[in-house]
T-cell receptor, first 112, second 110 residues
Framework: NAGVTQTPKFRVLKTGQSMTLLCAQD?????MYWYRQDPGMGLRLIHY???????AKGEVPDGYNVSRLKKQNFLLGLESAAPSQTSVYFC???????????FGPGTRLTVL | GQQLNQSPQSMFIQEGEDVSMNCTSSSIFNTWLWYKQEPGEGPVLLIA?????ELTSNGRLTAQFGITRKDSFLNISASIPSDVGIYFCAGRFNNNDMRFGAGTRLTVKP
């Protein structure tokens, strides 16, 4: 039981490049979330999903897109990366509100 | 957006001392949560609070959901070196939207 896994662990992009972060969970959770964490700030919710095929915007959705084609996977896409998107990205999943969110280990992204 | 004010930003304490940290907000939350994050890892839930006034313990940790639903505190008693980490409060609205505090970085000196 791996819990929540994220790939890649690290990535460096140039401004304007695109990439997709993958989150996978093996706990059969309905809810999945993408957060970003910046120095001196708490985690901020980017997008979330309450079930396969559904997505919703969080607090800071601009510049990101997401897809939940399979229940176990939640993809976060950056179409045209900007230096302001340099951050650590965390994925989380839960069996449903108000249950505990389980977090992945994070992806450190640097945009030059 | 709604802000959570978490204090203190950092604490340097001696092993065995008690620790207290809190979060306040101008928004009303349905749930308050406290997480701990260690370097290179994601946050791990410590305590969840679901009702105003609720006081909940988890070992040496105690947290309370403020009566106004706009604040919460976390206490750690008799700190030990493995308590080192960053502690985050989070408030959840009645949907899945959550807001996190900026964190309290705890250092415990043996």
């Amino acid at each position: 039981n791996a819990g929540v896994t994220q790939t890649p662990k690290f990535r460096v992009l140039k401004t304007g490049q695109s990439m997709t972060l993958l989150c996978a969970q093996d706990m059969n959770h309905e809810y999945m979330y993408w957060y970003r964490q910046d120095p001196g700030m708490g985690l901020r919710l980017i997008h979330y999903s309450v079930g396969e095929g559904t997505t919703a915007k969080g607090e800071v959705p601009d510049g990101y897109n997401v897809s939940r084609l399979k229940k176990q996977n939640f993809l976060l896409g950056l179409e045209s990366a900007a230096p302001s998107q340099t951050s650590v990205y965390f994925c989380a999943s839960s069996s449903g509100t108000p249950n505990e969110q389980f977090f992945g280990p994070g992806t450190r992204l640097t945009v030059l | 957006g709604q802000q959570l004010n978490q204090s203190p930003q950092s604490m340097f304490i001696q092993e065995g001392e008690d620790v207290s940290m809190n979060c306040t907000s101008s928004s009303i939350f349905n749930t308050w949560l406290w997480y701990k994050q260690e370097p290179g890892e994601g946050p791990v839930l410590l305590i969840a609070l679901y009702k105003a006034g609720e006081l909940t313990s988890n070992g040496r940790l105690t947290a309370q959901f403020g009566i106004t639903r706009k604040d919460s505190f976390l206490n750690i008693s008799a700190s030990i070196p493995s308590d080192v980490g960053i502690y985050f409060c989070a408030g959840r609205f009645n949907n899945n939207d959550m807001r996190f505090g900026a964190g309290t970085r705890l250092t415990v000196k043996p």
